[in-house]
């Protein structure tokens, strides 16, 4: 393992990821414990990806999930998707399967995980996204305005899906404006033709 330090940050590569695995678990356990000892809770946010995979071997190769109190957890993501809970393409599907569910069973724990949910399909996503703010505010209340545990995965895939997808129809913002762009010269293009065709007429009629 080698690291390198950055103004405040610090990054740490690793020869594999069951190493990053069991690194990762025992830095989550040590703030865990820290913040538990402070405020008697834990405020988590986490992505999907390949990260909760990851996590979750390092936490059960290493039997660090059995040193974490996940009934203090309160979990919110960092991203998500509008889906069912049980749909593929949900974070929390994805996180529930490889992470959670693996590493505790306890019906507090479960309670304590703060998902979009199911039903809101149908809303406005500007109306789901602000009531989910809402949730995360009185969270954030209660442990002195900031996340204990912010953990997040790299997947360029990813990134560049969330980039792409900005319009309601699935293409991207560029794609759509240029074809805004496209339909209004055309239609200047035609009412060019119109305007200099009637003045020529009106020109030969007076001749």
């Keep these: 393992m080698s690291s390198k330090t950055h103004a405040t940050s610090h990054v740490h590569i690793y ?3 069951p190493a990053i695995g069991l690194a990762a678990a025992r830095h989550v356990a040590d703030i865990s414990e820290a913040a538990i000892q402070a405020r008697g809770r834990v405020l988590v946010a986490i992505s999907g990806g390949s990260l909760p995979k990851i996590l979750a071997s390092g936490m059960l190769d290493g039997n660090i999930a059995q040193t974490i109190d996940f009934d203090k957890w309160h979990v ?4 998500e998707r ?3 809970l049980e749909h593929d393409d949900s974070n929390f599907k994805a996180c529930n399967d490889m992470m959670f569910s693996q590493v505790s069973a306890s019906e507090t724990f479960v309670q304590q995980i703060y998902s979009i949910g199911n039903g809101n399909e149908a809303k406005d996503p500007t109306q789901v996204a602000a009531e989910y703010q809402v949730k995360v505010q009185e969270q954030l209340k209660l442990s002195n305005g900031a996340f204990d545990l912010v ?3 790299k997947n360029k895939n990813k990134i560049q899906y969330k980039k792409k997808k900005h ?3 699935g293409r991207n913002v560029p794609a759509v404006v240029t074809d ?4 209004l010269w055309l239609f200047l293009c035609v009412c060019w033709f119109f305007l200099t065709w009637f003045s020529l007429s009106c020109w030969l009629a007076d001749l």
């Design 167 to 169: 319009s309601q129809d």
């Design 82 to 84: 509008i889906v069912p």
């Design 180 to 183: 805004l762009l496209l339909s």
């Design 76 to 79: 919110f993501f960092a991203d």
């Design 15 to 17: 020869p594999s990821k």
């Design 151 to 153: 953990l997040l995965g």
